[in-house]
């Protein structure tokens, strides 16, 4: 983590800066906050990364439950955002407005009503030297009963405040990093059409993609007007809405039923088989009906293709397992063939855990590991393949833009015992990891679901991946959970 805790002004940035603002004199009960880091890239690029469309989704931390009520705007003078943040059972409702825009330098952030009794953030972007910037952001803030629970309350909002930030911070050159590697691969910004785009993974590809640049068209279910740049899919019919995919460069298919939102019954199933084998089937015949097809179609997949395997390590040339994710799987990758004999680039992205504190199994588990109740399931022994939700979305741009990569490519970063993720897990919450769950409990609890989900092996390498060069993110299990929940390391400094 490059950033660091300051007081004041940020020291040296006024010698090389490019917009000058006067700074508010702190009234006695206010407090101020400051953070800054240096990022490896322009400084009227970053700017114009916290300008486009998708960059409040891509800043907001996972463990953070926020959300975006509305928007008047982006972020130029006088433009306003209305969010509500959830603390527990409560929910509060935050007005902010934009002022003091200067074009490629600074925009500030005033609460018009929220939780504070007064809140000022000002964002500044100041050239550093050719190539890199400075990032500062300044907040200027005053609690609500400040007399009655100020110091108390002020520790944990600095702390908190140093998290965002830390996160906010390292997203920008994260993200910025991978749109730079691959802005040469594409001629021009790409016009993209994606599938699941509500679900962890969709939403977070298609703010990433905006801030990269591309023009992404969400695609909905159903035919009704939605926002201006939307797609429309009945995936029961296969109909795609006449002529409106023409221009689409690329699709990224990711729907499907959610595999763990209920006991597999023999009706599950079957929706979760449709879900992804009839309804891919459909789309890539109704694509590849059109007179002008898309460049390359990347649909989801899942490592469940390998089965219960044990500590074999597999790699995409190997045949698929036995069990019902496996036909699943198998199903779904042969459903895209109509695309591939009409000679579009297909991609079946063989995806393992994403991990994400804002979904899907990480969720899942925090309850019982934040109440110090986690542990390993049944022997502990199975592998569990994983990759970090930054890194599954810059696959899908490394894939997109590489013409080499065909067929399955494994998306995963690392695998890792079950008792080994369980004591990591522990570790990052400060918390012991010591209550297993027995096979039989998991049986019990969650029937056929246990045994392929929970409880199978499957230790899969990206070997695809690596021949193409692609460098993972966030490659190391801890520092993927570390990031993902917030527990930065304390960052020196006083503020």
């Not at 109909?239 to 990224?252: E, K, L, S, T, Y």
């Not at 895209?336 to 079946?348: C, N």
């Not at 019990?444 to 899969?460: I, P, T, Y």
Request: hydrophobic fraction near 45%; charged fraction near 25%; charge should be positive.
């Amino acid at each position: 983590m490059t950033g660091s805790r300051i007081a004041g002004a940020a020291p040296g940035l006024g010698a090389r800066a490019r917009c000058v603002v006067e700074d508010i004199e702190l009234m006695a009960s206010n407090r101020l906050f400051a953070y800054r880091s240096r990022i490896a890239a322009p400084a009227d690029e970053v700017f114009r990364w916290h300008a486009r469309q998708g960059a409040f989704a891509r800043l907001a931390p996972p463990w953070m439950s926020v959300r975006e009520l509305g928007r008047t705007g982006g972020i130029e003078a006088g433009a306003r955002a209305t969010l509500e943040l959830r603390l527990g059972f409560f929910r509060l409702r935050w007005v902010v407005e934009h002022r003091d825009f200067v074009e490629g330098c600074q925009f500030r952030d005033v609460q018009l009503a929220g939780p504070f009794a007064h809140w000022d953030h000002l964002h500044r972007v100041e050239a550093d030297e050719p190539g890199a910037c400075v990032v500062e952001d300044r907040v200027e803030y005053r609690l609500p009963f400040d007399t009655i629970a100020g110091p108390l309350l002020d520790r944990f909002v600095r702390r908190s405040l140093e998290r965002l930030f830390a996160y906010r911070h390292s997203t920008v050159a994260l993200d910025l990093a991978v749109h730079r590697t691959y802005a040469s691969c594409f001629a021009r910004p790409q016009r993209i059409a994606v599938t699941g785009a509500s679900g962890l993974v969709g939403s977070a590809l298609c703010a990433f993609l905006s801030t990269g640049g591309h023009e992404v068209r969400r695609v909905v279910r159903a035919p009704a007007p939605g926002p201006a740049g939307e797609l429309w899919w009945d995936p029961e019919t296969g109909n795609i809405g006449g002529d409106a995919w023409a221009g689409v460069d690329a699709v990224v298919h990711l729907a499907g039923e959610n595999l763990a939102a209920a006991r597999w019954s023999a009706e599950v199933k079957d929706r979760i088989l449709r879900s992804r084998a009839e309804a891919t089937r459909l789309l890539s015949q109704a694509l590849a009906r059109q007179e002008r097809l898309p460049g390359v179609f990347v649909s989801a997949s899942a490592v469940g293709y390998y089965g219960n395997r044990g500590d074999e390590v597999l790699r995409e040339t190997d045949p698929p397992g036995a069990g019902f994710l496996a036909r699943v799987c198998r199903e779904w990758e042969a459903a895209a063939q109509p695309l591939v004999a009409r000679g579009v680039r297909v991609v079946h992205v063989r995806a393992g855990v994403v991990l994400s504190a804002a979904g899907g199994a990480l969720f899942k588990m925090l309850p019982a590991f934040r109440l110090g109740l986690g542990g390993r399931i049944g022997s502990g022994r199975q592998y569990l393949s994983w990759i970090a939700l930054e890194d599954i979305l810059g696959v899908i741009v490394h894939v997109l833009a590489n013409d080499s990569l065909r067929g399955p490519v494994n998306a995963v970063a690392g695998a890792v015992t079950n008792a080994e993720f369980a004591r990591t897990l522990g570790r990052v919450l400060g918390r012991p990891a010591r209550f297993p769950v027995p096979s039989v409990v998991a049986r019990v609890l969650f029937g056929e679901m246990a045994d392929e989900m929970l409880l199978a092996s499957a230790r899969v390498e990206p070997a695809r991946l690596r021949e193409t060069g692609y460098r993972f993110l966030l490659p190391d299990l801890e520092s993927a959970l570390r990031r993902t929940l917030g527990r930065f390391a304390p960052l020196g400094g006083s503020a």
